[in-house]
């Protein structure tokens, strides 16, 4: 399998690099600095001018695949793996570069699953960073793991659908400004089909009856100015156009829209490993204990090289997922992102722990990325599906698909 970079890929990725370098580690204190001093669900002002050097260099908008017409930069998933990489090394970097979770994923529902007035409307905006946006599934009463679950009513209502429900851990919900909700719910409970009883409709930010509760907290971190809001649903009326592909088609976009989503956020949690992996080897190299460098410990020796090798295997289990989607389409490939979402959070998680560990007390301190990086990799355990989902329906892919090949 040949993962070697083409000639544009290679240009965008040194272009990535040499950005990273001059622009988003030197600015790494001031982001923290503004976000802390200013108001609080409004972007610093370091993220608009690092917008507009971004967009200046041609690195924007590089994450949605071929296909998408006007709206696609042409990339293909395993050309977009190291740049998702690269941006994934500091946790705010791909809002710099219009790369960043929600918005992607829901960048693709629309440039896949909408209507050209609802591309005109919200699509348009979001490719070009002029609005932020949010995904609304997840409900605080019930396992929102088995989408079919969801509870939040969508009804039509004449020329009108009246939508009531909670929601929570909304990604994007607090921030000042997200124009647009993609939100999940039933228009049709009853179906015998349970796959067939939910729909997506675009909600506007600052509909009557949209009530943002909270902002919910990850270890502490209410990762502002984004925040993951607890969001209230209560009788909110917008237009029928507004609901996307149709009624019932709900769970197959979810489906849709999941598979890109889970991939990429393994690419920037190998982004986040590598950086730990890096910052282990400064330690251990610099820092003395009992008269010589960490270095010389055994221990820690075995922490870098295992730190390695584990890395890598993610890395390559990625690379391969991102081109068997390229060749076969994101069904094709539903295996391995299964395995990829299991490992890649799985593995940031050890070797960010590790880099933890070796740093002491600075590893769980405000003057490293570590802790952040570890609350980070750890809730990537649960989005987009917990482990425990992925290894149950991976199991029973398998199980099935290598009883039939053996009889």
Same mark, same amino acid.
């Given at each position: 399998?040949?993962?070697?970079?083409?000639?544009?890929?290679?240009?965008?990725?040194?272009?990535?690099?040499?950005?990273?370098?001059?622009?988003?580690?030197?600015?790494?204190?001031?982001?923290?600095?503004?976000?802390?001093?200013?108001?609080?669900?409004?972007?610093?002002?370091?993220?608009?001018?690092?917008?507009?050097?971004?967009?200046?260099?041609?690195?924007?908008?590089?994450?949605?695949?071929?296909?998408?017409?006007?709206?696609?930069?042409?990339?293909?998933?395993?050309?977009?793996?190291?740049?998702?990489?690269?941006?994934? @090394?500091?946790?705010?970097?791909?809002?710099?570069?219009?790369?960043?979770?929600?918005?992607?994923?829901?960048?693709?529902?629309?440039?896949?699953?909408?209507?050209?007035?609802?591309?005109?409307?919200?699509?348009?905006?979001?490719?070009?960073?002029?609005?932020?946006?949010?995904?609304?599934?997840?409900?605080?009463?019930?396992?929102?793991?088995?989408?079919?679950?969801?509870?939040?009513?969508?009804?039509?209502?004449?020329?009108?659908?009246?939508?009531?429900?909670?929601?929570?851990?909304?990604?994007?919900?607090?921030?000042?400004?997200?124009?647009?909700?993609?939100?999940?719910?039933?228009?049709?409970?009853?179906?015998?089909?349970?796959?067939?009883?939910?729909?997506?409709?675009?909600?506007? /930010?600052?509909?009557?009856?949209?009530?943002?509760?909270?902002?919910?907290?990850?270890?502490?971190?209410?990762?502002?100015?984004?925040?993951?809001?607890?969001?209230?649903?209560?009788?909110?009326?917008?237009?029928?156009?507004?609901?996307?592909?149709?009624?019932? @088609?709900?769970?197959?976009?979810?489906?849709? @829209?999941?598979?890109?989503? @889970?991939?990429?956020?393994?690419? $920037?949690?190998?982004?986040? /490993?590598? &950086?730990?992996?890096?910052?282990?080897?400064? &330690?251990?190299?610099? $820092?003395?204990?009992?008269?010589?460098?960490?270095?010389?410990?055994?221990?820690?020796?075995?922490?870098? /090289?295992?730190?390695?090798?584990?890395?890598?295997? /993610?890395?390559?289990?990625?690379?391969?997922?991102?081109?068997?989607?390229?060749?076969?389409?994101?069904?094709?490939?539903?295996?391995?992102?299964?395995?990829?979402?299991?490992?890649?959070?799985?593995?940031?998680?050890?070797?960010?722990?590790?880099?933890?560990?070796?740093?002491?007390?600075?590893?769980?301190?405000?003057?490293?990325?570590?802790?952040?990086?570890?609350?980070?990799? $750890?809730?990537?355990?649960?989005?987009?599906?917990?482990?425990?989902?992925?290894?149950?329906?991976?199991?029973?892919?398998?199980?099935?698909?290598?009883?039939?090949?053996?009889?």
């Amino acid at each position: 399998m040949d993962f070697e970079c083409t000639p544009r890929m290679r240009e965008l990725r040194d272009s990535l690099l040499a950005f990273m370098d001059e622009h988003i580690y030197p600015n790494e204190a001031l982001w923290e600095q503004q976000v802390s001093e200013g108001e609080r669900w409004e972007p610093p002002a370091i993220l608009s001018e690092l917008k507009e050097k971004a967009r200046a260099r041609g690195l924007w908008n590089l994450f949605l695949p071929r296909g998408y017409g006007e709206f696609s930069p042409g990339l293909s998933n395993l050309e977009y793996a190291p740049l998702a990489e690269i941006m994934g @090394r500091v946790y705010w970097a791909p809002e710099v570069f219009n790369c960043n979770a929600p918005d992607t994923g829901n960048m693709e529902v629309l440039a896949r699953y909408g209507s050209p007035a609802q591309q005109q409307r919200w699509l348009g905006p979001l490719m070009n960073g002029e609005i932020r946006s949010a995904f609304a599934m997840t409900e605080p009463e019930l396992a929102s793991s088995d989408a079919t679950n969801v509870a939040t009513s969508i009804v039509r209502d004449g020329d009108d659908y009246l939508i009531n429900g909670r929601k929570w851990y909304i990604s994007g919900a607090c921030n000042n400004h997200t124009g647009v909700y993609i939100v999940m719910g039933k228009t049709d409970p009853d179906n015998s089909n349970k796959y067939l009883q939910q729909s997506m409709i675009l909600v506007p /930010a600052g509909t009557a009856g949209v009530r943002v509760v909270r902002p919910m907290q990850v270890f502490g971190y209410d990762d502002a100015p984004e925040g993951h809001a607890e969001l209230v649903f209560d009788n909110v009326r917008v237009p029928a156009g507004n609901l996307l592909l149709g009624e019932g @088609r709900g769970f197959e976009i979810a489906q849709g @829209r999941l598979g890109p989503g @889970r991939i990429h956020h393994c690419m $920037r949690s190998i982004g986040l /490993a590598q &950086r730990a992996l890096e910052q282990m080897c400064v &330690r251990a190299e610099t $820092r003395v204990a009992f008269g010589q460098p960490l270095s010389k410990q055994q221990s820690v020796r075995e922490a870098i /090289a295992l730190s390695a090798c584990e890395v890598e295997q /993610a890395r390559l289990l990625t690379l391969k997922a991102a081109a068997k989607m390229d060749q076969g389409g994101n069904k094709a490939a539903k295996d391995l992102i299964a395995m990829i979402k299991i490992v890649a959070p799985n593995m940031a998680c050890t070797v960010i722990d590790r880099a933890i560990q070796i740093h002491g007390a600075a590893g769980v301190s405000q003057d490293s990325f570590l802790a952040r990086a570890y609350a980070i990799a $750890r809730a990537i355990r649960l989005a987009d599906g917990p482990d425990q989902v992925h290894m149950m329906q991976l199991g029973r892919n398998l199980s099935r698909e290598l009883h039939e090949r053996a009889q």
